[in-house]
């Protein structure tokens, strides 16, 4: 419920199409730029991979 009532930006109770594909891709960017800092894919990111002294 709680990615609902941030993606209706008016708080009108509906989603519209917008709504739902702007609350989706900062979902899917947030995923993706931690991806790229994991650059051992652990799940977690490091000082070092974060600030991009890891190996790739």
């Not at 989603?15 to 900062?26: C, D, I, Q, S």
């Not at 947030?30 to 974060?50: A, I, L, P, Q, Y």
């Amino acid at each position: 419920m709680r990615a609902f009532k941030n993606w209706d930006k008016n708080q009108d109770g509906h989603l519209t199409l917008e709504e739902y594909r702007n609350g989706l891709a900062k979902k899917d960017n947030v995923e993706n730029r931690f991806k790229n800092f994991d650059k051992n894919s652990d799940g977690k990111v490091t000082r070092e991979e974060f600030a991009g002294k890891a190996a790739p």
